[in-house]
């Protein structure tokens, strides 16, 4: 199956624009795994894959993690059946048999994965994709910033900022290597949900898929309402676009003026490059701007109980991975 990837930042419209592709008959845009950021980077912790015991530590992590997951998928995988089934003895190929099962269990015949922060990895996904294509998705730095603020992910805008410019300034320069080959995408979130018809139709055109209306009707789809209704960051895809989900940083309960001068001074080069407008002129010293943020640690969002319930897994899981890694560093070492 071809696959294309989305490059992105937390809660930056990523969920929606991979639920957009998916809603299409022959893409499957399942929600994220993130099994390509948790062992590409990892990947050479694993040594030779020739050899048995190595083949079997990798198998039995994958598995055990994709069993642990928060999203909920059609499929599920086992270590034996991917012992079985993946030939050559790669991460590559384990990639391609989850995603590439999962899509099949829904009737399709592309695949479009959600990563976030999937810069870090681009070489190993260029090698191993070398005819995927790349959406960039970004969003306005002091929308994204009010919206983790408010949500799981917490803290103010300075954690938000500091997120956001490493991202962009890593995408930038990702979007300045592709551009020319034609093989990367930039988008804004807030033209996918001004105009989402035109946006999915410029969408559909990159990836050499012709546009089809039910994209947009995506939270139709059961699994899509399932998941919505499971996790709070997910709860707008189980309805229709949110049109004037943009610029929220402008209304009652969004930013402070003294936010927005931060989040402008902060992020000044990366709004210019990226065409975003000030709301003031983006001057200022942003450390000095910072004594009049209010305390971070106001800011604090907690799971509700269904969430704690669904994450703990997920949660146990990167903890017995951090232990095998931590183990297999000290005998490499």
């Known amino acids: 199956m071809r696959f294309d990837f989305l490059i992105c930042s937390e809660r930056s419209g990523s969920n929606l624009i991979a639920k957009i592709v998916d809603g299409h008959p022959q893409a499957c845009g399942p929600f994220p795994s993130h ?18 015991s190595a083949w079997q530590d990798l198998t039995d992590d994958v598995s055990d993690y994709l ?33 590439e099962k999962e899509a099949a269990a829904r009737g399709k015949s592309r695949v479009f994965v959600k990563e976030n922060h999937s810069f870090q990895f681009l070489p190993f996904t260029m ?94 789809d059961p699994n899509v309402a399932r998941n919505a209704a ?8 189980g309805g229709p676009i949110l049109t004037d989900n943009f610029n929220n940083f402008r209304k009652a309960g969004g930013l402070s003026e003294a936010e927005i001068r931060f989040v402008e001074a902060s992020c000044r080069e990366e709004m210019i490059a990226l065409g975003y407008e000030f709301e003031y002129d983006g001057s200022g010293d942003p450390d000095e701007l910072r004594a009049a943020l209010p305390d971070e640690a106001r800011f604090r969002v907690e799971r509700n109980p269904a969430e704690k319930e669904r994450y703990a897994p997920f949660g146990e899981a990167q903890r017995l991975l951090r232990q095998r890694w ?7 070492l």
């Open 35 to 52: 099994m390509m950021r948790t062992f590409a980077p990892r990947y050479y912790l694993y040594g030779d894959l020739q050899e048995d």
């Open 67 to 99: 069993a642990r997951i928060f999203a909920q998928w059609e499929s599920s995988v086992t270590a034996e059946e991917l012992r079985r089934e993946c030939s050559p003895r790669t991460l590559a190929r384990i990639i391609r048999y989850v995603y």
């Open 127 to 220: 090698a191993n994709f070398p005819d995927s294509r790349f959406v960039w998705l970004v969003r306005d730095p002091r929308d994204m910033a009010l919206c983790q603020r408010d949500s799981i992910l917490s803290g103010g805008v300075q954690s938000a900022m500091a997120a956001w410019m490493h991202d962009q300034r890593s995408s930038l320069q990702v979007h300045g290597f592709l551009k020319d080959s034609g093989r990367i995408l930039a988008l804004k979130f807030e033209d996918l949900v001004a105009d989402a018809e035109a946006t999915t139709q410029r969408l559909c055109e990159f990836l050499e898929l012709s546009y089809d209306p039910a994209m947009l009707e995506f939270h139709r």
């Open 230 to 237: 499971t996790i709070t960051a997910w709860a707008d895809l």
């Open 326 to 332: 931590e183990a297999r560093r000290r005998q490499v």
